[in-house]
T-cell receptor, first 111, second 117 residues
Framework: QQKVQQSPESLTVSEGAMASLNCTFS??????FRWYRQHSGKGLEVLVS????GEKEEGSFTAHLNRASLHVFLHIREPQPSDSALYLC???????????FGSGTRLLVSP | DPKIIQKPKYLVAVTGSEKILICEQY?????MYWYRQSAKKPLEFMFS???????DNQTASSRFQPQSSKKNHLDLQITALKPDDSATYFC????????????????FGEGSKLTVL
């Protein structure tokens, strides 16, 4: 069964400073990786999807996948206070109809 | 307009009672899911359905029963409620893996927050 771990558990950065989040997964045969964001009291929204090793950029969000090391990272460029939220990593593929999420990184962006 | 509608947004129940959480999606997806999120546990997969058939079930308790009357509906019936069932329950949908654009990408409703006293 897929195991997903995220670090750090919480992160505080100043507005405009780069934020870097880490996700480790256990199933190397996973084929798609997505980062989701959840604002307090809301549902999840997808930020960026990545399917092959390397980088994928969507606006201020960049995902970096390294299957060999079982890591997928999310970098947030010049975060704003409105980016304060819970960030969740979700590897897909082998689970078919089941997507397992990490426990998330709670990001706080201070003005 | 919200594309995944969950009702009710908030509900309070007493221990031992039964509640039904409603979910409808208008994204044309043919796979639907239920997830649960509480203060004690991260977002947790419960069920997946495709074409009104159960595809995966990770919920040990039979007190949780999904019900699908139409392809775009997936309700969740919870019986004999316990305080530990207090959580926010999220409905999600997607294209079937391997079909359509962004297959596998989940689209979430805003959740139904259940409090069991």
């Amino acid at each position: 069964q897929q195991k997903v771990q995220q670090s750090p558990e919480s992160l505080t950065v100043s507005e405009g400073a780069m934020a870097s989040l880490n996700c480790t997964f256990s199933d190397r045969s996973s084929d798609n990786f997505r980062w989701y964001r959840q604002h307090s009291g809301k549902g999840l929204e997808v930020l960026v999807s990545i399917f092959s090793d390397g980088e994928k950029e969507e606006g201020s969000f960049t995902a970096h996948l390294n299957r060999a090391s079982l890591h997928v990272f999310l970098h947030i460029r010049e975060p704003q206070p409105s980016d304060s939220a819970l960030y969740l990593c979700a590897p897909e593929g082998t689970g078919g109809y089941k997507v397992v999420f990490g426990s998330g990184t709670r990001l706080l962006v201070s003005p | 307009d919200p594309k995944i509608i969950q009702k009710p947004k908030y509900l309070v129940a007493v221990t031992g009672s039964e509640k039904i959480l409603i979910c409808e999606q208008y994204l044309g997806h043919n796979a639907m899911y239920w997830y649960r999120q509480s203060a004690k546990k991260p977002l947790e997969f419960m069920f997946s359905y495709s074409y009104q058939k159960l595809m995966d079930n990770q919920t040990a308790s039979s007190r949780f029963q999904p019900q699908s009357s139409k392809k775009n509906h997936l309700d969740l019936q919870i019986t004999a409620l316990k305080p530990d069932d207090s959580a926010t329950y999220f409905c999600a949908s997607s294209h079937l893996p391997g079909q359509g654009a962004n297959t596998g990408q989940l689209y979430f409703g805003e959740g139904s927050k259940l409090t069991v006293l």
